[in-house]
Structure formats: C-alpha cells, structure tokens
C-alpha cells in the first residue's frame, strides 16, 4: 500500500523556520519525481516545490523561491522541506505529493498526496 506520511508542522511566528519530512512507503520512493503542495484556508491547492528522483534538480513556486528549499534522502524514502523566514501567508495545510507526470510542477492529483501537516505562522 503506497503511503506518504508528513510531520514537522507547527507553529512559529513571523519570520521563524521549520522542517516538514514526508515518510514514503509502499513504492519506489527513488524512481518518482516528488513535490509538495499546500492548501490555505479557503483556498484550493497550490503547488510548492518538486524535485527529481535523483535529487539533483529543483523547482519552486515564486512564491517561496529562496526561502523554501526541497531535498529528498532516497536511501532513507524520505522527502523535506525546508522553510525560513516564513510569513503568514504561507499558513496551510502542508502535503507531499508523488508526481505521477514526471515533471516536478504543478498540483498532482489528490489521490497521490499524503495526510499533511498544518503549518500557522501568526505571532
């Protein structure tokens, strides 16, 4: 059974920083592309980040370009994220993905993302 499991959400003031990890299971965590997405309150998903299986290549939403940064740890079928200097609009409920496209961009299907985590920057 193919299984992503996120953590490290929390909250953290303006500015602060946190980890997310995504536990992969269930599949051929070193041959898929993999991004992490996120929804806001009210909002519908947006995508984040990608990364190719490899972990050489990286892409990012404008949004978060130079503060997040995404890596992945095949040997241990794990998936990061790393965020600083975080604002309060990148409150959200955090998932990682398996990009069944192959490209590393843009919203995967539901059916493909973990539990999530929720993130809430507020002072």
């Known amino acids: 059974q193919r299984q992503l499991v996120e953590s490290g959400g929390g909250l953290v003031q303006p500015g602060g920083s946190l980890r997310l990890s995504c536990a992969a299971s269930?599949?051929?965590?070193?041959?898929?592309?993999m991004s992490w997405v996120r929804r806001a309150p009210g909002k519908g998903p947006e995508w984040v980040a990608g990364?190719?299986?490899?972990?050489?290549?990286?892409s990012y939403a404008d949004s978060v370009k130079g503060r997040f940064t995404i890596s992945r740890d095949n040997a241990k079928k794990t998936l990061y994220l790393e965020m600083s200097d975080l604002k309060p609009e990148d409150t959200a409920v955090y998932y990682c993905?398996?990009?069944?496209?192959?490209?590393?961009?843009?919203?995967?299907?539901?059916?493909?993302w973990g539990e999530g985590t929720r993130v809430t920057v507020s002072s």
């Open positions: 269930g599949f051929m965590f070193n041959f898929y592309v």
């Open positions: 993905a398996r990009d069944p496209t192959a490209t590393g961009i843009g919203v995967p299907p539901a059916e493909f």
């Open positions: 990364i190719n299986p490899g972990g050489e290549s990286t």
